[in-house]
């Protein structure tokens, strides 16, 4: 296998909580971008999981803090797992159907997005077939934020709305204004 090529897959997942064993992804969004962060394709599904499961974790469990000081994030994501989750094989078949269209099958596939390596820890449990398509080397901008907030005292204004597609839409915009100030 080759390494990455120019383009980037950008991740988030939406889960009942941070523990990749005890929790369950919600939801995920994909853009594949090229280097510029021109999104060449946009993929976003609900994945299902059982009711109660979802209730003990995301209500009761450790994330039920989180949850309740994110309620439209909380009470949008149980009612599209209620109403629109799929089965987690299939969407893992439609990321990889996804990976195939935009990436060459010899290469492995850079994946980046905000605290990504969290991420990385679901798909490596639910979704081991598509992680044996991703690179070991990640674009997390996390640790950008870390550095210019450490070290520079700038701080980015990343709109959180804890939904999949709009937070890589802003990991996006966050990336670019980090490479912004670099150039300047």
Do not use: C
């Amino acid at each position: 296998m080759k390494n990455f090529e120019g383009k980037l897959l950008w991740i988030d997942l939406e889960m009942t909580g941070l523990d990749p064993v005890e929790d369950r992804i919600l939801e995920v969004a994909a853009i594949v971008t090229d280097w510029d962060f021109k999104e060449l394709a946009v993929y976003e599904a609900a994945v299902k999981v059982g009711p109660r499961l979802v209730e003990r974790r995301m209500l009761k469990g450790p994330a039920a803090a989180f949850f309740a000081a994110h309620p439209e994030a909380r009470d949008a994501l149980m009612k599209q797992n209620e109403l629109s989750g799929r089965n987690g094989r299939t969407i893992e078949n439609e990321l990889i159907q996804l990976l195939d269209a935009h990436f060459d099958s010899d290469t492995r596939v850079l994946l980046a997005g905000n605290s990504v390596h969290m991420d990385r820890r679901f798909i490596e449990n639910e979704w081991p077939r598509l992680n044996e398509k991703l690179h070991y080397r990640m674009l997390d901008v996390s640790a950008w934020k870390v550095v210019f907030e450490g070290k520079y005292r700038k701080k980015y204004a990343k709109p959180e709305a804890h939904r999949a597609l709009s937070d890589i839409r802003g990991s996006i915009e966050e990336l670019k204004y980090y490479l912004k100030k670099v150039k300047s």
